[in-house]
Structures are given as C-alpha cells and as structure tokens.
C-alpha cells in the first residue's frame, strides 16, 4: 500500500502557486486498482517550456501516471495541480485547453478527414473546422497540404502528426504523448521526431518512451518510474551519466548506453 | 451539404404529402367528406406520421449506437435492446395492466424500463467480455437478444389465445394500431430523444474516435454516455411500445447517409432523421398495399430488405 503523506498537502499548499513557471506539479500520486498499487508516492513537476521524458520498464505505471494526469484514471491519494488548481476540480473541457494527449498510435478506421479530424481539437472553445488554429496546427506538423486527406488512408507517421495536430490545435501549454513512435519505421519514426523538435519553444512537451536513444538525443530531462514509484527525477545527462539505465533494466543495457 | 438537406426536407414533405393517398386503393378524395375521407384522415394520415416517427428515432437510434460503440452494426435492434424492450412489453399486455403516470401510458413506461435494463446490460457486459469496439459487444447484443426473446416467447406461451396472437402480430412490428392517439403516444419519446441527441452532436464525432481521445478533448464522457443512453432509449421505447421492434432501419439508413452525406455527426443527425423517417413511410407504404384485405407487419419488409444487407456489411467488413 502507499505511504501515508501526512501533512504533506498542507504543508505545500499555495506553493505551486508561488512559481508560476511550475505548469504541472504531481504531488505523492497514488493509484491503486482493486488493492493493488500501480503509482506509489510518485511526485515531480514541469515547468513551462520543458520538455520532458518518462521512461521505465513495462508495467512500470507510465501509462498510469498518464492517465492520471489526463483525469481518466482516479487517484487513491496525492494531488495534481495544473496551472496552479486542483485537476480533480477542473471541468473536462478546462483540462482540455491546459493539456493536450496524442495517445500511441490513432485506430486505423478514423473515416475523417484530416481537417475535421484535427478540428475536433477545438471541441474545448466550440470551434469549427474554419477556424485559424486549425490550420496553424496543420502547418506546424508539416501536413497543410493533407486537410483533405481522409486519415484512415495515411501511413502511421502521417496519421501521428495528424494526431499532433489535433493536440496543437487544442492550444493547450502542455503536450502529453503516450509511445508516439510505436509501430512506426524508421523513416516515419524520423518524421514524428522532427515534427516534435520543430515545435515552438513555448510548448512544453512530456513524452513516454521506451526508446532510451531518443530520450538522450531530444530531452534535456527525464523521470524515470520503476514499480510504480519514481527512480530518478533529473537532467538527462544525469541519468546516463550514473547508474539510471542499469537499475531500470539490468546491466546488460547500462552497459551498453554508458558506453556511448 | 446544405443542398443535400433541403432535398431530404423536400423529399420528406413529399413522403408526408403523398403516402397518404396511396396504399391497397388508391384515395382520390373525390368524395372527402364521405368515406375516402374518412379513411384518408383516420387511417392513412395516423399512419404515415407514425411510420415516419418512427422511421426517424429508429434510424437515428442506430446512428448514436454506431458512433458510441465505434461499430457499424450495433443499433438498439442488433444490441438487444429493442428485444428487451419487446419482452418488458409483452409482460405488461400479459399480466394485462392498464395505468398511467402523468399522462404516460404504463406500456411505455415498461418499454422504457426494458429498453434502459438492456442497455445497462449490453454495456456492461461488453465491457466486461473485453471492449466496446470488439466483436465482443455484438456477440453480448446477440446473447441478450436471444435470451430476451426466449422470454418473450415464454410469455407468449403461457398467454391466452387472444392476447398470443396480439402478441404475436406486436412482435413482428406492426404500425396496424395506428391512430392519430398512438402518433401522441410516441411523438413526445421521439421528438425527446432527437433533441437531446441534436444537443449531443458534436460530442458523437469526438466519441466515435475513442473515449479516452474525446476526453482529453475536453468531453465529459461518462455524462454524454449517459444522456445518449437515455435518449436512445427514449426513442425505442416509444416506437416499440406502439409498433413492436421493427429490425434493420437502424442499420440500413446511418449506412446509406454516410455514404451519401460524409462522416460529420453535426449533418448526419439532421440527414438520418430525414431520411429515417422516408424509409419507414414507403416500407409500410408497400406493406400496406401488397395484400388485399389486410396489411403486412412493416417488420417483415424491413427485415427482408435489412437480412441481407446486414450480411453484405459483415462479409465486407470480414474481408478487410
């Protein structure tokens, strides 16, 4: 079961607020399903234009955390601040405009076009698909010329940037993506990497990766989960730099990345 | 899109206009205050308003399913709500009851509660046996659906003669009982149902790309579920409660309009109600006039036309 966090909430109250470059701060989280602890104590924070990866082995809670974070999954203790209030009292459409989700790879039957499909972003701000978000979200993945594509017909690099897009288009300050390379090769893997670097400096952006070559290449830091608590919480030149990679999974692999 | 709509409404006011004057005799009015007239607005208007009612909340029915289930072949009739709704019917006119709550006949009500108890069922169970996409909720649709009508049919047995064969002409789904009563009886379920799915249209695009998307869109879904449900219910209880389950316009119709319209929820509402109510009209329009003396349930045509198009789909679908 998860320790109990006595006095920590009181203790921290306000001081979220006090920082406002903190966007999202996660404090002694814990989830348990049917009695069984997925997320123990797991705390850390983002500041505004971080970008950020959450990287761990399967069944680790990455998945879990997200979830919390999106409001989708209730939590047994901790609380969630986005944007200086309380997630479990924002409406659905309020967490909307604060974080935006681009889950691993978009159902391959999706018979909307790419225009409508990234217009349903706007849900959160009653848009419609003329809206000029909308078209800004496309340009920034690179896919303008694709309004009109139905999405069902694209390949699962196209369909991830139309799903980046929807994100964008929500104009939320923070960017979640749930594995966004899964299931892709290596061209279309290149193609969501560099649509996600040529984002604007002002999206803060999380990321959940098994891909430990991509988290040391385009995030500058990094949380590692390991059963359900958090194992390190730092720069990513840290991580690599110590013992991270071994303790998550085993020597073999922390051989090989503390090499490089 | 806006072309497509204001033909519908004029092929719907056609429908509404023209069906009445057609059927086993052809009604000229030569005499209107005689006996044409009399069944003209007795009988035929009663009736080509119902079916057109009921054409409509059947269809759209089926859209709302198909878009929450993510699935183009769950409506209420494959899902087993419409059986379920059928046999908390067939129930009431057994036990013989007769009563009303604020101006709501007490068979409606039963149909209400036998069409909200399957949905219940069939949600619940699907999410259960593994997902609301998979071939898992339709199998629970057929369960359900099964295990409904066998009841239904246990009911019926142990019936009287009389109230067997009514029985068995409700469940086959009929609009023989119209009168301009039974068009009151259904009209405030369905026009109900509409609005609150016409309030809801939107957040069917955002569903029908998945719960957890159209969340973190900023729907709240278990609300919108909810209300959907109820809506749908609302409709099916209305139709079934007077016409007795009338299979495959859920199917058919959100089918054709999609392929016809697009994809968008915000026009397919308005589209499927339209043409909902179309079809219903000229099936029962046919029912009524291919045999003398009395008329065919309009369930029998429905399915005859819907069997196999349902088995078109799968086989498509079972391809790709």
């Not at chain 1, 123990?40 to 990455?62: C, M, T, W, Y």
């Not at chain 1, 939320?172 to 061209?187: G, M, Q, T």
């Not at chain 1, 959940?208 to 359900?228: E, N």
Request: hydrophobic share 50%; with cysteine.
């Amino acid at each position: 079961m998860c320790p109990r966090l006595s006095g920590l909430r009181t203790a921290k109250k306000g001081e979220p607020m006090s920082d406002h470059s903190i966007l999202l701060d996660c404090r002694g989280v814990c989830v348990d399903v049917r009695g069984k602890p997925l997320l123990s104590d797991v705390s850390f924070s983002l500041r505004q234009g971080e970008h950020k990866v959450i990287i761990g082995p399967n069944g680790a809670g990455k998945t879990t955390l997200l979830r919390a974070i999106l409001g989708s999954q209730p939590m047994a203790r901790g609380s969630i601040m986005l944007g200086g209030r309380e997630l479990s009292s924002l409406r659905q459409a309020e967490v909307a405009k604060l974080i935006s989700y681009v889950p691993q790879l978009l159902a391959a039957e999706i018979p909307y076009s790419v225009r409508e499909f990234v217009a349903m972003g706007r849900y959160a701000y009653n848009g419609d698909p003329r809206d000029a978000a909308v078209e800004s979200a496309l340009v920034a993945v690179g896919l303008a010329s694709f309004a009109d594509r139905v999405v069902a017909t694209l390949s699962g690099g196209e369909r991830q940037r139309v799903c980046i897009a929807a994100a964008l288009a929500q104009q939320a300050p923070i960017l979640l993506l749930d594995e966004p390379l899964v299931h892709l090769d290596p061209s279309q893997r290149m193609e969501v990497q560099r649509a996600l670097r040529e984002l604007s400096e002002e999206v803060t952006v999380v990321v959940v990766t098994h891909d430990l070559d991509w988290a040391k290449m385009d995030f500058p830091s990094l949380v590692s989960l390991k059963a359900g608590s958090v194992d390190f919480d730092g720069t990513t030149d840290h991580f690599y730099g110590g013992s991270g990679v071994s303790r998550l999974f085993g020597e073999a692999v922390g051989a090989k990345y503390s090499s490089l | 899109m806006k072309r497509h709509l204001i033909i519908l409404i004029v092929l719907a006011v056609l429908s509404l206009l023209g069906a009445p004057f057609l059927g086993e005799s052809l009604i000229l009015m030569t005499d209107p205050d005689g006996l044409d007239g009399l069944v003209f607005w007795e009988v035929r208007v009663p009736r080509v308003l119902l079916a057109f009612l009921c054409g409509a909340g059947l269809a759209l029915g089926g859209l709302v399913f198909q878009a929450m289930f993510r699935n183009s072949l769950a409506t209420p009739y494959t899902l087993g709500v419409a059986s379920g709704s059928t046999f908390s019917v067939a129930l009431w006119i057994n036990f013989g009851l007769s009563f009303s709550v604020l101006g709501i006949s007490g068979v409606s009500l039963a149909a209400l509660v036998g069409a909200l108890i399957s949905v219940l069922l069939v949600y619940n169970l699907a999410r259960f046996a593994g997902g609301l996409a998979t071939v898992s909720l339709l199998l629970g649709g057929v369960i359900l659906s099964f295990f409904f009508s066998s009841l239904t049919m246990l009911v019926q047995y142990f019936a009287d003669a009389g109230s067997m064969f009514k029985m068995m002409r409700w469940t086959m789904g009929s609009l023989g009982q119209a009168d301009m009563d039974a068009v009151l009886r259904v009209l405030p379920f369905v026009a109900s149902g509409i609005l609150l799915i016409v309030l809801y249209r939107r957040e069917l695009d955002l569903l029908s790309i998945g719960d957890e998307l159209a969340m973190s869109r900023g729907v709240e879904v278990k609300k919108v579920r909810r209300m959907l449900f109820f809506a749908v219910s609302l409709m099916m209880a209305g139709v079934v409660s007077v016409c007795g389950p009338i299979g495959f316009v859920g199917i058919m119709v959100p089918h054709f309009c999609r392929m016809l319209f697009g994809v968008m929820h915000r026009e397919l509402v308005w589209m499927t109600f339209l043409l909902g109510g179309i079809f219903l009209v000229w099936c029962d329009t046919l029912a009524r006039s291919v045999t003398i003396g009395s008329d065919l349930p309009v369930g029998i045509i429905t399915s005859l036309i819907g069997g196999p198009f349902f088995l078109i789909i799968l086989l498509r679908r079972a391809r790709v």
